[in-house]
Nanobody
Framework: QVQLVESGGGLVHAGDSLSVSCASSGRTFTVYAMGWFRQTPGKERECVAAVSTSGGITRYADSVEGRFAVSRDNAKNTVYLQMNGLTPEDTAVYYC????????????????????WGQGTQVTVSS
């Protein structure tokens, strides 16, 4: 069982930056590819960023490409999402998720393929 706990959300102004973190329990963090998702009321949960087990491969949604950066520190069992140039359209609950994989460079943006989810952290961007 893996427990994921997000932190770092909050209220910021348009154009600001914000970093959110996700700490994972357990000793096998390196077998999990990680993803960051976001959801707003009435919409499906969408993947904004995904990172491979080693951190060497990343993938981003078109809407955040060039503004967001995902990284992970396997020694700290933590994955990060740095968000720059935030806009009100980025307002959402942000979730991290873990997917067990034996493929070294696997990244996945399909929410249905993830095994564990955090409780989410609210990010609100005012105009």
């Amino acid at each position: 069982q893996v427990q994921l706990v997000e932190s770092g959300g909050g209220l910021v102004h348009a154009g600001d930056s914000l970093s959110v973190s996700c700490a994972s329990s357990g000793r096998t963090f390196t077998v999990y590819a990680m993803g960051w998702f976001r959801q707003t009321p009435g919409k499906e949960r969408e993947c904004v960023a995904a990172v491979s087990t080693s951190g060497g491969i990343t993938r981003y949604a078109d809407s955040v490409e060039g503004r967001f950066a995902v990284s992970r520190d396997n020694a700290k069992n933590t994955v990060y999402l740095q968000m720059n140039g935030l806009t009100p359209e980025d307002t959402a609950v942000y979730y991290c998720a873990a997917r067990r994989t034996s493929t070294l460079n696997s990244v996945d943006t399909d929410r249905n393929r993830y095994d564990y989810w955090g409780q989410g952290t609210q990010v609100t961007v005012s105009s």
